[in-house]
């Protein structure tokens, strides 16, 4: 139920943007195809009551509502509005992935306005378009 939410909202909110369903594990996830080959495709799995976004080769992001005072329905919703602005915020190149072998991988947001000149590299960092030191060379031209 939550992940056929995300999917119509999906639809909606980025009309331009493909994605397909299909299952992995016997598990239902939502892929959205990959920009960049080294980041890898996005999928988004339902697991209970809370969608579990991959972002790519990279790392995972968990989406919940832990307030006992909505009822499902109002769960749902602020789950599936979460990770719609979570993905806007990716599709925009303003969520950086990171990854390191041995200590895992993590993710932040940048603000739209963001002065890439200035960023300094500490591992293996991705935006949705590919690798952050691209981006980091193109701000510094």
């Not at 996005?42 to 976004?53: D, M």
């Not at 990770?83 to 991988?105: M, T």
């Amino acid at each position: 139920m939550l992940l056929q939410k995300l999917a119509i909202r999906f639809s909606e909110k980025f009309p331009d943007q493909t994605f397909r369903l299909g299952e992995k594990n016997n598990a239902a996830r939502l892929v959205i195809p990959a920009k960049n080959s080294e980041f890898g495709d996005i999928e988004i799995e339902q697991e209970g009551e809370e969608l579990i976004l991959v972002a790519g080769h990279l790392t995972h992001v968990h989406f919940a509502s832990y307030d006992n005072e909505l009822s499902p329905a109002e769960k749902y919703t602020t789950i599936v509005d979460e990770i719609l602005e979570f993905l806007d915020a990716v599709f925009n190149d303003r969520v950086v992935f990171w990854s390191k072998h041995r200590s895992g991988g993590g993710c932040y947001v940048v603000d739209a306005d963001h002065d890439w000149s200035k960023s300094e590299l500490e591992g293996n960092e991705f935006v949705w378009s590919g690798p952050l030191v691209s981006k980091l060379q193109l701000g510094r031209s």
